[in-house]
């Protein structure tokens, strides 16, 4: 079974997505925010992949993405943005901090799983 992390200061975001994935047969790890994050991963949590706003109070996405990847364990796990920022410089930002794609909400469960099933591959 895969291991999503899914990090999103919007509790009804981590709900829903949590509920979508859970149903898909993905096994989630959540966190409210990037600094929780980053703990969990600091502490040895393993993921195949990484879901993160990039909007968020404290760190914000990118500046997350930027620390994770600096961990050996998560050097190549994908990483996908789910956000409502659709700007390209926002895209090209995170991109070069280590983004592997990019969803603009709101996503469809449709939308959301077969761009997961693309990344994990």
Known sequence: MKTI???DDSATILLSISSIL?????AVEKAANAEEG?????AGTKADLLITDLNMPG???IEFIKEVRKLPACRF???LFLTTESEQSKRLEAKAAGASGWIVK???????????KL???
Not at 22 to 26: I, R, S
Not at 38 to 42: D, E, G, I, N
């Open 5 to 7: 992390f899914l990090v």
């Open 22 to 26: 859970t149903k898909a047969g993905y």
């Open 38 to 42: 980053l703990r969990k991963f600091q």
């Open 59 to 61: 760190m914000n996405g």
């Open 77 to 79: 796990m994908p990483i």
């Open 106 to 116: 709101p996503a469809t469960a449709d939308q959301l799983l077969n761009t997961i």
């Open 119 to 121: 990344v994990l591959r």
